[in-house]
Structures are given as C-alpha cells and as structure tokens.
C-alpha cells in the first residue's frame, strides 16, 4: 500500500508491505582487499583488510495473496524465520528518484529496524543543504571577522566599539546554524512519527 504524506511541506512517498514470512535465506559473502603504497620514507607498504557482508533474503506474503521479496546487506534487521508476520517500509521524498528502505519489523517477536541514516537523508533536501551553506559561511566570516576585531582590539588600541560586530555576528551564525539543525532534527522526528503510527 501506497500513500502521500506531508512532513513539513515536504510530500513524501510511503509504501508499505506486510505478511507472512514464507520462505528466508542469509548468505555470506566474504572479501578480502589489499592496498599497496610508498610511504614518507620510500618504504612499500601493504594493508590487507578483509571482512563479511551478511545479506538477508525474505519473502513476504500478504492476507490478499500478493507477494513481495526484499533483500538487506549489512544492515541490523530483525531475525525472520518462515511463519513470522514482517513489516517493510518503504520511503521516497515525492519529486527525486531514491528510494530508501527505512523500516522493517518482525512482528511476532516485536523486534524492529529503523534506518535513522536513510530517514536523515531523506529529509536533507536542498533547500536544507543551501541554507546549511549559508549558516557555515555566516559562521566563517563572524569567526574571521571576530578575530579581526580582537586582534585591532588588543594589539592596535581600537577601542571597544570595535567589538561591537562581535556582539551582533556570533549571535547571528549560531542561531542561523541551530535553526537548521532544528529543522533537520523537527522533520526527521516528524517522519520516524509517520512510520511509526503505521507498525503491524
């Protein structure tokens, strides 16, 4: 089932799919990497990393007898196990062409995944990325324009009117960065609300 939700004035996409687990597969896929490389002191040196990626398989089926398949790769989920009743979520912001599998709950053993990363991702639009610009430029020039004024202050007898910008330019950049990251923070909640009123 598909439906729009508001989020902000941000619409967003969200599908979502449950039933009855019917069949569950986990493999492992091992990898193993080298890296070589000259160092400072013209030595050759050589890093070997190796590691496991886990990718979860199931198949769900739901009351109407639709039937859907999602597979995970390193990613926490719930242990599934044929017979288990599962949830998965699905979310894309209305507009772009990611999608992003955010919730997934095992229903009979009341364990769940939510993927905090993907839900900030989805809610980091580009306005937010714009106005998170403007705010770390803001910051910069009252830091570098701050230093300025205490440097003239202390080392070239300006006077205390010369701290005055100071005054006014941090307060300026810190609440301009702290309204962006309450916004990031206020949509994000509001999101993971949406996902979670629809839990099985």
């Not at 949830?87 to 009979?108: C, D, E, L, P």
């Not at 610009?133 to 202050?153: E, H, K, N, P, Q």
Request: aromatic share 12%; with cysteine.
């Amino acid at each position: 089932m598909s439906e729009t939700i508001l989020v902000g004035n941000k619409k967003y996409t969200l599908t979502e799919f449950h039933g009855e687990v019917v069949d569950q597969q986990v493999s492992e896929t091992s990898y193993r990497s080298n890296t070589s490389y000259i160092n400072e002191h013209d030595q050759a040196v050589s890093r070997t990393s190796s590691g496991t990626h886990t990718t979860k398989e199931f198949f769900l089926v739901n009351q109407q007898g639709e039937e859907r398949a999602y597979s995970f790769t390193n990613a926490p989920v719930p242990s599934i196990r044929p017979g288990h009743i599962a949830q998965v979520m699905i979310v894309n912001r209305q507009g772009t062409k990611n999608s992003h599998y955010v919730f997934v709950r095992n229903a009979t053993l009341n364990a769940e995944y939510l993927d905090s990363g993907a839900i900030g991702k989805l809610c980091s639009t580009p306005e937010n990325i714009v106005l998170g610009l403007v705010a770390t430029a803001i910051i910069v020039f009252s830091g570098v324009f701050c230093f300025w004024r205490l440097f003239t202050f202390f080392f070239l007898d300006a006077g205390f009117s010369s701290l005055l910008p100071i005054i006014i330019a941090v307060p300026i950049g810190y609440f301009a960065f702290k309204f962006i990251g309450n916004g990031l923070a206020k949509h994000s909640q509001q999101l993971k609300d949406e996902i979670f009123s629809r839990r099985v």
